[in-house]
């Protein structure tokens, strides 16, 4: 019974099918295969219906080898990892397929090229044509276009080489005949010249069909090119004449405009004897009344009527009763040190570094990292520190200080009121340094501390404590000189969700004021890090906060828009409300956490306006001149290079003397990290995670040894562990069980006892 004969290859364009007998082991030997050839890649199935589900196995041509052993067995191979011993039935049939694997070959190398340095000489050569108009869609068409024809130019160059290279073979086929006897071998000679002969002509008409395609690409778009061009022309006359026509009428707006300024001008000089001297007062510059901000979504703000001030501006609400009487001299006045320690005085103020070295350039796949985190607790992911930024998350709390001036004002306002806006603009501004910081915090060990004292250049000392693990939570706490303390536990619940990264801190901010013993609540917002994997990393604030002073009933209400690419606002866009605690509002903000913050006094507000949400009518607010309370401080010269740190955050992990052995300062895979050894760093991080775990099973152990019988698995405390400079209790403000400062710390530094600190490091 004979075989059945073996279908010649299908071309399909750039694609090549066909059934070729493929090599498998030493048992079955050579078994017939269905290979497709597409895109540069060669894949093989057991069978045609296999194409939609099952692919055996792929090899792509780009840096692949293509060799020749006999008249029909040929090799793919791509350098050891896969390697394919081809056989095809006949050698006709065997150099169908070499050639079309070389055409590929070459096509799949040229576009690897172009793929690693043509796109920015693309993007620079054809910058994208403005939105609104097609010029960007036909600009693309072309480029397609001409890639296309440049393609099939490659094509025939390739073939051009074939064809040489088989003319060759021919020709020396031939001498060999002319110099062969009739002998037995005239017959195998003639065979052999017959085939080589029809390789010719089938690599002759590949040539043939390329040129045919080139040819017809070039007939066919050639006259779409001229429609483009000729309508490109009329579009660019025609906006000629318009843009004339609206400069013509944007000059006739003008005149008419001047005109109308001019007659109301001289009617109100008619219909008003002027102000008399003792009103003359009530039109100074520091009465001018403005918007306080652009629309918001829960409320507008428009310019108060001077009359409504000239009228009652002795009986609005108590405002200038509650007016902070040397407001203008805050954004002026240098606070000096406290005169109570005049030994600070003797001492020189030290001066602190400006630059840490620059980031090292290392290459890293965060893919290869992050696929397998996808929906877990950032806390429990094994980064490397080459994610990361050479501060710890302590550190990180520590920043939130880098606008302390602003409770220093607070602390001398006479209003509660006013004294919010502060305290709100000082919630805003800790985000500010968080703009274009994508590197993530080290985590801290269990026991780790940090302090930050600035007593002679800022009036206050900061201390923050590792207080736990899992889930991580660390203690703040910060008392000035200027009359306010600071306190927080923060824990960060953190989610990989493949695209972004979420990061929620949970925990209350706490600010107390000596000077009327105004005592301020508030938490934090979402960070959002977006690109993870593809693109450029960015962050963003969501969320809202409500500032509220537990003394009085005063509450401002902070609104973080998240960006939109449809909004028409502001980028990263801040607005919040104050009001007393009958709900009157007092006071409006306005501004970006990035930028500034704004705030400016309500005189009037009333129901109306456009429709908000849910078909509720927005609060039209009535307000005088915005006044700025808080912008952001430049960034040192060459940021970039350093990680984007602030003047502050420059400081943080300095080398200082006396500080616990605990302390951020001495975790030395973070000095490594800072100091540009990464690898270094990465073997000391995992030395420390290590200890840190065997130092948790032990205390596990331990506990799990002082468990009394009556006590069960699931009641009775895994772990014994202690904070050592920080109580845990009930927050008598919240009810929330926090980690208070119960004091020790400052005097063991006075007295440099360290011995209670433990040996984290």
């Known amino acids: 019974m004979s075989e059945p004969k073996t279908p010649t290859p299908i071309p399909a364009g750039d694609t090549y099918k066909g059934w070729v007998f493929k090599w498998t082991n030493y048992i ?37 080898t293509i060799a020749v052993d006999d008249a029909c067995n040929f090799v793919i191979s791509n350098g050891g990892a896969q390697t394919y011993h081809l056989k095809a039935s006949c050698e006709v049939e065997r150099q169908r397929w070499i050639t079309a694997l070389e055409l590929a070959k070459a096509k799949a190398a040229r576009m690897q090229a172009e793929s690693d340095d043509s796109g920015d000489d693309f993007s620079l050569s ?53 110099s062969l006897r009739l002998t037995g071998e005239a017959g195998d000679k003639i065979r052999q010249v017959t085939e080589r002969a029809t390789l010719f002509r089938i690599t002759s008409n590949a040539m043939i069909n390329a040129c045919q395609d080139f040819l017809a690409l070039a007939q066919a778009h050639s006259k779409r090119w001229q429609k483009a061009l000729q309508a490109e022309r009329e579009q660019r006359v025609r906006l000629e004449e318009t843009l004339e026509q609206l400069a013509k009428q944007h000059n006739n707006l003008e005149r008419a405009f001047r005109g ?80 109570e320690s005049p030994s600070q005085e003797l001492v020189p103020m030290k001066k602190r570094r400006n630059r840490i070295p620059d980031k090292p350039n290392y290459s890293l796949n965060l893919w290869s990292i992050m696929k397998n985190c996808i929906g877990k607790e950032l806390s429990k992911i094994p980064m490397p520190v080459n994610f990361n930024e050479p501060i710890s998350m302590l550190q990180r709390l520590s920043e939130d200080l880098e606008y302390h001036e602003l409770l220093d004002k607070a602390a001398k306002c006479q209003s509660s009121l006013e004294q919010l806006c502060y305290v709100a603009a000082f919630s805003v501004s800790s985000y500010s340094t968080t703009v274009h910081r994508t590197g993530k915090p080290f985590n801290p060990l269990l026991g780790e ?135 009157k509002a007092h006071y409006v903000l306005s501004g970006t956490w990035d930028e500034k913050m704004e705030f400016s006094r309500v005189m009037q507000s009333s129901r109306g306006g456009e429709n908000g949400t849910e078909g509720k009518q927005k609060t039209v607010y009535q307000t005088l001149k915005a006044r700025e309370v808080w912008r952001r401080n430049p960034l040192p010269e060459g940021a970039e290079a350093m990680y984007f740190f602030t003047d502050l955050a420059l400081t943080l992990n300095e080398p200082e003397e006396g500080v616990a052995p605990t302390d951020s300062r001495r975790r030395p895979d973070q000095r490594m990290m800072e100091d540009g050894r990464w690898d270094e760093a990465n073997s000391e991080k995992q030395r420390l995670e290590e200890k840190q775990r065997s130092v948790r099973r032990e205390r596990e152990r331990e506990a799990a040894s002082q468990r009394t019988p009556s006590q069960s698995e699931e009641g009775a405390p895994h772990d014994n562990y202690k904070a050592q400079w920080f109580e845990r209790c009930e927050d008598p403000t919240t009810g929330e069980q926090v980690h208070i400062y119960k004091g020790g710390y400052w005097e063991a530094k006075e007295r440099g006892s360290w011995e209670p600190c433990p040996d984290i490091f």
């Not at 939609?52 to 840096?63: D, E, K, P, S, V």
């Not at 869609?137 to 160059?157: A, C, F, I, P, Y």
């Not at 973080?560 to 606002?569: E, H, I, K, V, W």
């Open 28 to 64: 079955k030997g050579y078994q017939r295969r269905w290979f497709v050839l597409s895109n540069g890649l060669l894949s093989y199935y057991r069978t045609q219906a296999e194409m939609g589900h099952t692919c055996r196995g792929t090899i792509n041509l780009a840096t692949a």
């Open 126 to 178: 054809s910058p994208p044509a403005p939105p609104g108009q097609g010029g960007g869609t036909q600009n693309s068409e072309v480029q397609s276009t001409l890639r296309t024809l440049g393609s099939k130019v490659e094509d025939l160059s390739t073939c051009n080489d074939l064809i040489s290279k088989h003319g060759s073979a021919l020709q020396r086929s031939l001498s060999e005949l002319d």
């Open 260 to 339: 109308a300024a001019q007659a109301n001008t001289a009617a109100d000089s008619k219909g008003s004897a002027g102000p008399g001297k003792g009103e003359a007062s009530d039109e100074d510059d520091d009465n001018e009344f403005f918007d306080a901000m652009e629309e918001a979504p829960e409320f507008i703000t428009v310019p108060a009527d001077p009359q409504f001030h000239k009228r009652s501006s002795s009986n609005i609400s108590g405002f200038n009763s509650e007016m902070c009487p040397d407001d203008q001299s805050l954004n002026e006045e240098p606070l000096t040190i406290n005169p």
């Open 449 to 583: 501390t940090y302090e930050l004292d600035r007593r002679r250049e800022s009036g206050y000392r900061s201390l923050c404590e590792q207080v736990s693990h899992h889930p991580p939570a660390a203690a703040h706490h910060v008392i000035s000189e200027r009359g306010w303390t600071l306190r927080q536990e923060i824990t960060v619940a953190s989610k990989f969700r493949g695209k972004y990264l979420s990061i929620m801190p949970l925990g209350t901010i706490h600010a107390i004021f000596e000077k009327g013993n105004n005592h301020y609540t508030w938490k934090k917002v979402t960070t959002t890090v977006h690109n993870i994997i593809v693109g450029k990393l960015w962050i963003d604030q969501s969320g809202e906060i409500d500032v509220v002073n537990h003394t009085t009933g005063d509450h401002c209400h902070l609104k973080f828009a998240p960006y939109s690419y449809f909004s028409r606002d502001v980028a990263r866009k801040v607005t919040g409300v104050v009001a007393d605690k009958d709900g």
